[in-house]
């Protein structure tokens, strides 16, 4: 220390000057080159110098002392809203869709059932191996499981499509209309594709005995729909819910609500 005062007292005012001068300049393009900034992280500040941040601007963010939270509550609503979507894009239709397989299973008994009372009645031995009865069953495969469950998955698909609640008269017409709608479709298939030359049993005969399964048809499209509106309602709630949860999470974290 005594060294440093015996250097001042022995410089002259203009050296003194001249020093200080150089002292300034080389403190202001340190300042400049390296452009120090100093970060508050938790309780602890840092100093931070340019050439050794990443290249590019500051994040905004940087010098929030909140950051970790929002990171953490941005993937915490990223992971519900991936919940969300697959509800909303499989997980309703999916689950729809194993009630109506069920019913055309149902369907599918009940019209190889219908076809072997047929035989039964030409005296056909050995119904269940007769080989009009192997044709007919892979014909009503490709009929229910394919053509018409397509065409049912394509209805729940639709956004415009309605279901009213089973309990109303709404839902009842809506179910013989629909159920209506699958017999005309599934009767002109038959049509095209069932070769009755050389059966035992003609197209003629088919079709109007199939006439009478009808109202059993129905009661499959009421149960299968009024299983889908259930899931349907089911389903939405648990959309309420999880929406329910990202904005108690937003509440907490932020002190207000972001989502609607």
Not at 11 to 29: D, E, G, K, N, P
């Amino acid at each position: 220390m005594s060294s440093f005062i015996s250097f001042i007292q022995s410089i002259s005012l203009l050296q003194f000057v001249v020093y200080a001068l150089v002292i300034f300049i080389v403190c202001t393009l340190f300042i400049f080159i390296t452009k120090p900034l100093l970060i508050k992280d938790g309780k602890s500040f840092q100093l931070s110098f340019q050439p050794f941040r990443k290249r590019g601007k500051i994040s905004p963010h940087m010098l929030c002392q909140f950051k970790k939270d929002i990171v953490e509550l941005d993937l915490f609503k990223y992971q519900i809203y991936r919940k969300i979507d697959f509800i909303q894009d499989r997980g309703q239709i999916k689950a729809q869709m194993k009630k109506v397989e069920v019913a055309l299973r149902s369907a599918r008994s009940k019209m190889l059932d219908n076809y072997a009372s047929l035989l039964r009645n030409h005296s056909s031995s050995d119904v269940t191996g007769h080989p009009d009865y192997f044709s007919y069953d892979l014909l009503v495969q490709c009929l229910l499981m394919i053509y018409i469950k397509d065409y049912i998955r394509d209805s729940l698909s639709d956004p415009d499509f309605y279901i009213p609640v089973n309990t109303t008269i709404e839902f009842s017409n809506f179910a013989e209309k629909y159920a209506n709608i699958l017999y005309e479709r599934g009767k002109e298939f038959v049509d095209l594709r069932y070769v009755s030359t050389g059966k035992v049993i003609s197209r003629d005969e088919l079709r109007q005995s199939v006439i009478h399964l009808l109202p059993f048809f129905t009661d499959l499209v009421k149960d299968a729909f009024a299983n889908a509106k259930i899931i349907e309602i089911n389903m939405q709630n648990q959309v309420i819910e999880l929406r329910k949860i990202i904005k108690d999470r937003e509440k907490a974290v932020l002190g207000f609500e972001l989502s609607l």
